[in-house]
């Protein structure tokens, strides 16, 4: 028989049951671990007392089983609502990002070099969506109002529900969790937070990343007036956690490299003696700091200089020497004290980021707004959007020219416009964002300016930024975005409890299965449905290679997806001849003929071409 493509996201248990099998063949019995022998094996690093250093809350096992939960959704293209849809690598997903995460682990397991993300602080006020373990995709249908379900209640996480931190911490363990897994070694991840729980944050970095990638806990100045109302201080900064994915140490020497950033005032260097070795600033030759180097130097002009009272000769006296030789010293008149030439070149290309960032140097509160007036032409539209430059500079530290970076909270797309405003300068850095369809309130700005949701304003506010960059001439090649919505599987998921309830259930169960695509759906959805399912990604290349079938080549090949509704021995030997690496077609579109499809089963293997169906 032919395999069937799982149309499950990735069994994460699985995976690491099988990362334990690797490392100790002996502990697995049967198939099941032996904890036992376990215990023996790690000796001394067993803690088995009940007592251990650990965070723990309310509802931390759901937590866990939470993202053992495998999601049977899918994300499908709405190529209308995308820019440039055919070119573009972005991708905005509209979605709950706990399901969309799940989704994303096939095709973007360690393919991520950033994550910003700036979740809801549990001020009180922000809404927390809830995830019902068991429901999980159902939920978040009902709540998109995808499935009818009247009066679905949304809640906000205030101190009367109890447990507020709890509930707050419930929602962000499996999204770090599985976000984790979709960055690369050589990634990093930073998180926006205020006091409420930054503390937390921490403890729940610590154990998702591991204490010993913590990285900083950088402080933003987000607003410089003074809340005169405040009852003790008003609050001036926030945070930003950042956690590599794997810190470089003497043991390791693969993982986050931070860049510097770019040294921006080089108005002290000039040239003015034409010196072949380029612009340059004068610099003192003592400093304050103890050197034990001690010698006279003797000016042109005959003064002979020991070194100054209560400082020190910063270099050495061959240095000293080298440096005259070679014409980098400024003597000065009299019986002044030389100055040597700094070199631009010389000093190191950039400069080390400070954990303290101003707003002269990351943007504020009131900066983050004024953009999004700019843009959207409306004020408020958004309760504290961030500064688009923050992010830039979060970006500069973090990545490289062509990285991938993911916002899974993204509010009004902040992230998004950072990065396509610094892709002029020729780099090709992609976003991936994804954001809730939180409904705008009431009566809010939001709403007033025609805005049904938040993921609304985040895709208006994208093209607003790309149709600006188009008119200012400096458009670029990749500008756009792929529009994406969290949606059910096009495949009816067969349902084998309720099928084996009685007799009459499993004939409803058939015969929902002689076709078993959901209705509505196009043969787009479906195709990208099998690309995700298949680990390929949302931006790989897509080719109709039959303009009369819908026959389509993913990535140069390595995938043919055939959804026609009827495949005949021709069809089969089409594609044998195309050896792609994989092929997958309809389960229905054989109609039965057990005679063709195992034979289509030996020749896909006698050709070396993994074959499934769906
Ligand atoms: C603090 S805001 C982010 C603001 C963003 N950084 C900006 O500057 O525009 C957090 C966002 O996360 C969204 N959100 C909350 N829960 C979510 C979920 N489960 N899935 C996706 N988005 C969610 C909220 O709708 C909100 O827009």
Redesign the pocket.
Known sequence: MSEKLSLKSKDLLEERIKYIKQLFPEVVTEGKINFEKLRLILGEEVNGTKERYELNWVGKNEAIKTIQVQSSGTLIPVIDESINFDKTENIIIE????E?LKILQRSYYGKIKMI??????NTGN????P?NFKEGLNDYLKYSGQINEQGFQLSSNTETTGRLHSKWLN?MYP?LFLARNLLRDDGVIFV?IDDHEVKNLRYLLDEIFGEENFVAEIVWEKVHTRKNSAKYFSDSHEYILCYAKRKITKENEEGWVRNLLPRENTDAYSNPDNDPNGPWKPDPIYANNPYDADYEIVKPNGVVLKRPPGKYWRYSEKTIKEAIENNRIIWGEGDSYPMIKRYLKDVQDGLVPVTLFTREFAGDNAL?NDE?KNLLGAEKL?????PSKL?QRLIQIGTNEDDIIL?????????GDAILNMNKDGGNRKFIL???P?PTKEGSAAREAGYKT??EI?KARISKVIQKIEESGKSFEGIGFKFFKLTSSNFKIWDGEKASQNPDELAEQLRLFVNNIQEGRTKTDILYEIMLKSGFMLTDKVEKIDQNKELYSIKDGDLIVCLEDFIDKDLITKIIELHPKQFICLDSAFHNQDQLKTNTVLEFKEAGIVFKTV
């Open positions: 979605g709950d990002n706990l969309v910003y993300i700036d979740p809801p602080y922000d809404f927390i969506y995830d929602m999204r926006s983050g999004l958004f309760p504290y959007p961030k992010i916002d899974f909270f993204a509010g009004t797309g902040v992230t994804i954001q809730l939180e938040i993921s985040c």
